[in-house]
């Protein structure tokens, strides 16, 4: 942002990068205009957990990029929403448009070492939004409950049937919701 001599901007993190965005917001609140935190969580002991089976298929990284696609896919659209949109994964980019394999290892790596901002958000004084899916299995919704609840005056907006790439899903409601907060 200094770089780019940017003052201050409206930040969206989705998953690791709503982790990115709650850090930003609190090492430089200056900085920050709104927050949109989505399909993320707080970090520490005091987050909710994906289950054993998730957690099992997001560490398996083996395969080529189609490979790991394929098998993420559940963790990423519910299974109601992709046997009702059989043709969605043409849509999706391809594996040249995605981060090298090492890349989202060592995101993984990051994720699993990043100390969490739980007992900090209270002095995040943005204003902020929390977005997740009702069927997010990767962030399970109640971090996102609990979030909402410790950054003052924040909202919370669920959707329905979301997963975590509810923005995929649902782009006309995720849209409609992101452009309603900034505009407020």
Known sequence: MEALKIKKA?????????????????????KVGKLI???????????VA??????DIFSN?????????????PLLF??????????FIQE????????????LKLQTQAIINWT????RLGSITQPALVLVGT????????????MAEKIPGSWLVQIKGGGHAMMMQYPGKFTNIVDTFLHS
């Open 92 to 103: 999706l980019p391809k594996s040249s448009e995605v981060a090298p394999i090492e890349t």
């Open 10 to 30: 409206d930040i969206i993190g989705w998953s690791m990068g709503g982790m990115i965005a709650q850090e930003v917001a609190l090492s430089n609140p200056d």
């Open 135 to 146: 069927d997010d299995v990767l962030t399970v919704p109640a971090n996102s409950i609990l």
């Open 116 to 119: 969490g901002t739980c007992d």
């Open 78 to 87: 519910p299974d109601h929403w992709r046997n009702s949109n059989p043709n």
């Open 50 to 55: 994906p289950s054993p089976e998730v957690v």
């Open 61 to 73: 990284q083996s395969g080529n990029m189609m490979e790991m696609l394929q098998r993420f896919l």
């Open 37 to 47: 935190i989505y399909a993320s969580t707080c970090g520490t002991n005091q987050s």
